[in-house]
């Protein structure tokens, strides 16, 4: 549901009679807490990492399942839109979608001879890059093809724009 520029959503717990209510701040804040359907109250034991009992871990892995699949859904998904905005703005090229298998991977042609230079845009679980299987949480990935000379350039002005992102982020909190 949006209200003004924020979202809010309220997703049922399938291992207890528990309600999770999520807000979504229009600058991309996300937070939310879990409540009791029978007695109303805010399931607290959310909030408490000391507290390792098995109900209070099911609780709380499906809580993180619920976030992760806002984060895929939302926040990858609009960091890829800019990216493809940002390719479509200075060189004013369309994504194309090449693979059956994978209809969200976009790739970014040169106009005359129709050969990749955005080499692909995709979603990836940010285990498969890690190692760390455990991982779900997706990740837009851009695999660029560029002049070895040009790479100096590029690595500099991309760890400028996550010095921006993290300058952001913490001035967020």
């Given at each position: 549901?949006?209200n003004?520029?924020d979202?809010?959503l ?6 207890a ?9 229009s600058?991309?804040?996300?937070s ?6 029978d ?12 507290n ?7 609780v ?8 992760q ?16 905005d ?5 060189y ?12 969200d ?11 990749w230079?955005?080499?692909?845009l995709?979603?990836?679980?940010l285990?498969k ?13 851009l695999n660029l093809?560029?002049?070895e ?9 991309a760890?400028?724009?996550l ?11």
């Amino acid at each position: 549901m949006k209200n003004g520029d924020d979202y809010y959503l309220e997703v049922p717990l399938k291992s207890a009679n528990f309600l999770a209510k999520i807000r979504i701040l229009s600058a991309g804040k996300v937070s939310g807490n879990v409540y009791d359907l029978d007695t109303g109250e805010e399931y607290l034991l959310l909030r408490v990492e000391s507290n390792t009992g098995s109900f209070s871990a099911v609780v709380k892995a499906e809580y993180r399942a619920i976030l992760q699949d806002i984060a895929g859904k939302c926040f990858v998904k609009a960091q890829a839109d800019r990216i493809k905005d940002g390719i479509k703005t200075r060189y004013g090229d369309e994504p194309d979608f090449p693979f059956k298998k994978f209809p969200d991977y976009a790739v970014f042609r040169n106009p005359q001879n129709r050969k990749w230079y955005g080499g692909l845009l995709m979603a990836v679980l940010l285990g498969k890059l890690t190692g760390d299987e455990k991982d779900q949480q997706e990740a837009a990935v851009l695999n660029l093809k560029l002049a070895e000379k040009k790479l100096p350039a590029l690595l500099e002005e991309a760890l400028a724009m996550l010095d921006e992102s993290r300058a952001f982020t913490e001035r967020k909190k």
